[in-house]
């Protein structure tokens, strides 16, 4: 077996971005090799993920989640192996996944908060997609807050991401005619012909947006599922139906106003009282109760064969800042993964 090295790489982010982030944001640092303690396990990262909500915590500002601090690594959720175990909760050899691990290529946990995958129902990077954070709130946000009924109209931001390609799965396994827009026509055309969504819009080329939608949704919106906010939000709420939901996943069009400076809200925001409509935001954190039910219910499709999903991979850690601000340029297809490392070493 390959001897494991003396250092190790870290991505740190180096200072706060003001609008979009940039490269010279980040920095890569080399650290000495993590030794585990008692009770604690030697954790190689073979995949991480990057993830649009990481915008947030990059700015010094009170969130739901703490800013990530200068001159220390990002973190993050994995899917890695473990090397030492020291009576750590998993054992070496395992397969694990969780957040913690951070932009880190070897990190020491004792477990706590980790699940132990199984590469055999899914590849290890679903757990850290379809499997993981994503595609939790997914489930959650069109399940619990959306309430989809048979028979009802669900249209989908960002429908081809991570988070949204599964809700378009979920919302046609309940009975749901779904609509979804994307950014890209080969995005639109995997929607149709994989996610099996009735009808796809491509934002970027189609003109009038809730023209474009609302072609395709003739008996109006019943559930939006929100990933993008701005013009978006504005059609959504205009073709809303009454008693219709909105979950509110996140709104990436704004990720990146700059710090400070106040920015208008839909002019049309009146409509959730005329319409009697319901939006609710949500963090997929507020609701651990769910893991099981999320862990059994798409785990049951996946084996079926119900539930499809696509990933944009970048190679090694050092391209990590490079796959993150490419989730606001649009080009990832499905979950945007670093691969870190092998799966197993030689």
Known sequence: MTPLPKTVREVRLKSRPQGMPQATDFEIAE??????????????????????????????????????????????????????SKGGRFEKGAYVAGFGGGWKEYHVADGKGLLQVDPDLAPLPAWIGVLGMPGM???????DIGQPKPGETVFVSAASGAVGALVCQIAKIKGCRVVGSAGSDEKCRWLLDEAGVDAAVNYKTCGDLEAAVAQHCPDGIDVYFENVGGEHLVAALNLMNMHGRIAACGMISRYNDADGKPQPGPHNLFLVVGKRLRMQGFIVSDHAERIGDFQRDVGGWIRAGKVKWKETVYDGLDRSPEAFLGLFKGDNFGKMVVRVGPERLG
Do not use: N
């Open 31 to 84: 650290v000495p090799m993590p030794v585990p303690g008692d009770g604690q396990m030697l954790i190689r990262t073979v995949h991480m993920s990057v993830d649009p909500y990481m915008r947030g915590r990059m700015s010094d500002r009170k969130s739901y989640a703490p800013p990530f601090e200068l001159g220390k690594a990002m973190d993050g959720r994995f899917v890695g192996e473990v090397m030492e």
């Open 137 to 143: 709130t997914a489930y959650v946000g069109l399940l």
